[in-house]
């Protein structure tokens, strides 16, 4: 099983201050997800991205694929308090088989107006 | 469109009875998840079935078991409850071409005393 380690464990910011998350592998993926979940709700889906380098944008979250695959980060811009919850990231492995996503245990993010 | 259903929301088992978690989902999807998901631990998978009439184990399968009843139904076994099993469950969709996100339900709550 290919693990994936998000860091910080924890954060609580300001609104209107800017943040990053990061998503982190020893192991290759051949895509990453990353997923918001709010309290008593299952994880919804933000973004996939494939492509080694990949960077991709929604509205104020930009998510980045590192160049060997291994890696993620999310970066918040302008943090709101409707962005508060829990950030996952999860990783697809390539190949035969890859019916099954591997999640990190998650960043629980906190903005407080 | 309700996506996926999940029921029930909530259940208190006592050691030993069995239940069976249901999930349901609309979107005509190919693969469907069982994951549970405990503090510190992340989201864990159970059970998951790549298409209709398969079934297959993923991380943490011992004391579930699953059934695909047809394509859009996937339920979860509990056939004697232990206070080990206590945790939050998702049942998740995925489109195995093209699209790669899961789509979750909002989960089922268990509490086994």
């Known amino acids: 099983t290919q693990l994936l380690e998000q860091s910080p464990q924890f954060l609580s910011i300001q609104e209107g201050e800017n943040l990053t998350v990061y998503c982190n592998s020893s192991s290759v993926f051949s895509s990453l997800q990353w997923y918001r979940q709010e309290p008593g709700e299952g994880p919804v889906l933000l973004v996939t991205?494939?492509?080694?380098?990949e960077v991709k944008k929604l509205k104020r979250l930009t998510f980045q694929f590192g160049d060997a695959r291994k890696d993620s980060s999310l970066h918040i811009t302008a943090a709101q308090t409707g962005d508060t919850g829990l950030y996952l990231c999860?990783?697809?492995?390539?190949?035969?088989?890859?019916?099954?996503?591997?999640f990190g245990k998650g960043t629980k993010l906190s903005v407080i107006p | 469109n309700a996506g996926v259903t999940q029921t029930p929301k909530f259940q208190v088992l006592k050691t030993g009875q069995s239940m069976t978690l249901q999930c349901a989902q609309d979107?005509?999807?190919?693969?469907m998840y069982w994951y549970r998901q405990d503090p510190g631990m992340g989201l864990r998978l159970i059970y998951y079935s790549a298409s209709e009439g398969t079934t297959d184990k993923g991380e943490v399968p011992n004391g579930y078991n699953v059934s695909r009843l047809n394509k859009r139904e996937f339920s979860l076994r509990l056939e004697s409850a232990a206070p080990s099993q206590t945790s939050v469950y998702f049942c998740?969709?995925?489109?195995?071409?093209?699209?790669?996100?899961?789509?979750f339900g909002s989960g089922t709550r268990l509490t086994v005393v």
């Open positions: 999860a990783g697809s492995e390539s190949g035969a088989g890859s019916y099954q996503l591997t």
């Open positions: 979107m005509n999807h190919n693969s």
């Open positions: 998740a969709s995925r489109k195995t071409t093209g699209g790669r996100g899961y789509t």
């Open positions: 991205v494939v492509t080694g380098g």
